[in-house]
């Protein structure tokens, strides 16, 4: 199983990207995605997609990170296995190494895979 994310670069103020985050090899899984980034030196942070919500966290949800929401937009095709954000209206401070993490389940899926990170750069 595999995952690589793509579609990072760089970009001024105001313009737009779309990561594309696609899982190989494992056909026979259900996918579920979510978008983080991570800057040097800081936390790694959620951005978009879908995460475990609920008391014992068995209900799916997708969000939005606050600082991204109404700039970002999340989407995945489950029969493709693949993860899209769009990200418009980039700022500064959305430069990040932008991470995948898939979540794969079934029988013998591996559950969280997360890829090498693709870079957002905005001046």
Not at 10 to 25: E, I
């Amino acid at each position: 199983v595999q995952l690589v994310e793509s579609g990072g670069g760089s970009v001024q103020a105001g313009g737009s990207l779309r990561l594309s985050c696609v899982v190989s090899g494992a056909t026979a899984c259900n996918f579920t995605a979510s978008w983080y980034r991570r800057v040097p030196g800081k936390e790694r942070e959620f951005v978009s997609g879908f995460t475990f919500v609920g008391s014992v966290n068995s209900e799916l949800s997708m969000r939005y990170a606050d600082s991204v929401a109404g700039r970002f937009t999340f989407s995945q095709d489950n029969t493709k296995a693949t993860a899209y954000l769009q990200m418009n209206s980039l700022k500064p401070e959305d430069t990040a190494m932008y991470h995948c993490k898939a979540y794969l389940s079934g029988s013998g899926c591996p559950g969280d895979i997360w890829g090498r990170g693709t870079q957002v750069t905005v001046s």
